[in-house]
């Protein structure tokens, strides 16, 4: 089974501050992780796929993930954070690509002025 | 991105009846969609999987003759809660993909279901 551990469930950063979301995940086989991300009234939206490339993942809005096998870890960072990046972050694991996703419970990213 | 409609996005029944919640791709083919449900601060749980004119898939404890799910286009699919309860209440996801194991699953907004 495939599991996925978000840990603050609210993260609050200063407009231009690094953010720094964490991911830790579970899985008995190579996993496929994901992070998205869901604005208000809005459906979820893929920042950024690794799919067993580089360990090292860029995505949209200047967002990067970092996948590390020795620690299970798919953290999310972006060096600046602007106020529009306010939202839910969901990270994701599947040993299926696409097909079958497990997501962890989010986090909140606050950004404040 | 490919854009995923859900209607209602928000719905109030009485206890005893049954809701439909619509899901469909605007702009593209979905040979599969996926419905989940999402607990106030908890994870989008998988419900239920469902290929185009085929029956669904569902996950392990999900009641297949409560949630009745039909896929009968490759833009429509459907939830159908059946006598609805108060214990139904919740936050439903739908998402839908093209073909191929990397097609990318794109999200409905959800549709937010409450019975009194």
């Known amino acids: 089974a495939q599991s996925v551990t978000q840990l603050g469930s609210h993260v609050s950063v200063s407009e231009g501050a690094l953010v720094l979301l964490r991911c830790n995940y579970s899985s008995s086989v190579p996993p496929y992780l994901f992070w998205y991300v869901q604005y208000p009234n809005q459906g979820l939206q893929l920042l950024l796929k690794?799919?067993?490339?580089?360990?090292l993942v860029k995505g949209i809005n200047g967002f990067e993930a970092e996948f590390k096998k020795s620690e299970t870890s798919f953290h999310l960072t972006k060096p600046s954070a602007h106020m529009s990046d306010a939202a839910e972050y969901f990270c994701?694991?599947?040993?299926?690509?696409?097909?079958?996703?497990?997501f962890g419970t989010g986090t909140r990213l606050l950004v404040s002025p | 991105g490919a854009v995923v409609s859900q209607h209602p996005s928000w719905v109030i029944c009485k206890s005893g009846t049954s809701v439909k919640i619509e899901c469909r791709s605007l702009?593209?083919?979905?040979?599969?969609m996926f419905w989940y449900r999402q607990f106030p601060k908890q994870s989008l749980m998988l419900m239920a999987t469902s290929n185009e004119g085929s029956k669904a898939t569902y996950e392990q404890g999900v009641e297949k003759d409560k949630f009745l799910i039909n896929h009968a286009s490759l833009t429509l699919s459907t939830l159908t809660v059946t006598s609805a309860h108060p214990e139904d209440s919740s936050f439903y996801i739908c998402?839908?993909?093209?073909?191929?194991?990397?097609?990318?699953?794109?999200f409905g907004p959800g549709t937010r279901l409450t019975v009194l």
């Open positions: 998402s839908a993909r093209g073909a191929g194991l990397f097609g990318e699953q794109f």
């Open positions: 994701a694991v599947s040993s299926t690509g696409f097909q079958k996703l497990v």
């Open positions: 702009d593209f083919q979905a040979t599969t």
């Open positions: 690794y799919t067993s490339a580089a360990t």
